[in-house]
């Protein structure tokens, strides 16, 4: 107090609004606490609403024990006919996308300097088949020497080796089809010069086609020859082709440590072309035994994929029973349509949150939901959706 009178007045002034703003902090900061103790202490009882979801139960299943692949398809009989002599083009005896017989004439360089060649081959052959009659003539009679015989059944040889030299070069200027099938677009026009080698048009017999591809080795001791194969392209979405596999490589490859397969289907229709992409499945004798739930259900994690698995559970504060949903990690197989096997991590007859899982954690209350869902299909298509 004695401190306080020797004060100045404005000392003391500034003291007492000092103690008022004190007091307010002070009043304040306690306020601030007792609303953060309420809403600890409130926050001790408070329970989340349950989360709204549906759920599936996992199915005991017997599966198509099958292989799936990607390969490409190709013509069982297919060739780009190419020129085997130089020349040019006199005739096109064809319209592309035409069907064509085996040796049917496509196309017809010019052979104006192989037909003379042709025609004194076969005077020079006429020729010596004369001399040829007449020194064995002359020899049946003792007349000539046995050297002249000689002579001119060698000129004779000589003579059929030239004619048909000639004649195998006139062949060369005329392209044939080595077999039935599908012309593609032609190459050349008409009095264009080609090459030997140059291309002239696509033939393809469409009737058959291959669809080859590959297997990893470790599958190699399940395939043989005669399973079903079922091709599936994009070209034709939703619609699948049977066949048959008809070869497995007998080699490795060393680089990718697979097998090159190779299944023909029939193609009557020509529907399937060669060169198109197609996803085949190689379908086994087996069946296989799995536990299947929709696709839907999995959460899908760099660390592991995992399920929520809908337990009945009850509650220690209320004391009344409540859905619960567990996460549980599962190890996958297989997909078939919309639904996919799990190869470990759950049991028959369990339930899990088939739509909704995403927003789930462990232990969280669940409420089964009163909407629908699009149901998951074996064999889903763009309609389905």
């Keep these: ?20 703003v004190i007091g307010l902090v002070l009043l304040l900061a306690g306020i601030k606490a007792s609303q953060i103790m309420k ?61 064509v017989e085996k040796g049917t004439v496509l196309i017809e360089l010019d052979t104006g300097t ?6 004194s081959s076969k005077a020079r052959l006429d020729l010596t088949e004369l001399n040829l009659d007449r020194a064995r003539s002359l020899s049946s009679k003792k007349v000539n020497a046995t050297a002249e015989l000689d002579t001119a059944e060698m000129e004779a040889k000589l003579a059929v080796a030239e004619w048909q030299s000639a004649k195998a070069m006139l062949d060369k200027k005329i392209v044939r089809a080595p ?25 393809q017999d469409l009737n058959s086609i291959f669809a080859d591809f590959f297997l ?3 599958r190699l001791q399940q395939l043989k020859a005669g399973l079903a194969v079922r091709v599936s392209t994009d070209t034709y979405p939703g619609k699948t082709f049977l066949g048959v596999l008809t070869a497995v490589n007998p080699d490795v490859e060393s680089r990718t440590r697979s097998v090159r397969m190779q299944a023909t289907l029939p193609n009557p229709d020509g529907e399937l072309r060669s060169g198109l992409f197609a996803q085949v499945t190689v ?7 799995v536990l299947a739930i929709p696709a839907t259900a999995v959460v899908y994690a760099p660390y592991g994929d995992s399920v929520f698995v809908v337990e009945s559970q009850k509650d220690e504060r209320t004391g009344q029973t409540a859905l619960t949903a567990r996460q ?3 190890r996958l197989g297989k997909k078939q349509g919309d639904f996919v096997a799990v190869t470990s991590g759950l049991k028959a007859k369990e339930t899990v949150v088939s739509t909704g899982a995403f927003k789930l954690r462990n232990g969280v209350k669940v409420v089964l939901g009163s909407g629908s869902a699009i149901q998951p299909s074996r064999s889903p298509s763009p309609s389905d959706s």
């Design 1 to 20: 107090m004695k401190f306080l009178n020797g004060l100045s007045p404005n000392a003391l002034k500034v003291l007492k609004a000092l103690g008022v």
């Design 114 to 119: 192989e037909d003379a060649k042709l025609l």
């Design 328 to 330: 549980q990690f599962v």
């Design 179 to 203: 077999f039935g099938g599908r012309t593609g677009v032609r190459l050349v026009n008409l009095g264009q010069w080609v090459r030997e080698g140059d291309p002239l048009v696509s033939l």
């Design 283 to 289: 379908l086994l004798e087996k069946k296989e035994d």
């Design 216 to 218: 990893p080795e470790q």
């Design 39 to 99: 809403m600890i202490a409130s926050g001790k009882h408070f329970a989340p609403p349950p989360e709204s979801v549906l759920t599936a139960e996992v199915m005991a299943e017997s599966w198509e024990a099958s292989f799936q692949a990607t390969g490409s398809l190709s013509a069982v009989q297919g060739a780009v006919l190419r020129a085997e002599s130089s020349g040019t083009v006199k005739k096109i005896a064809f319209e592309s996308g035409n069907t």
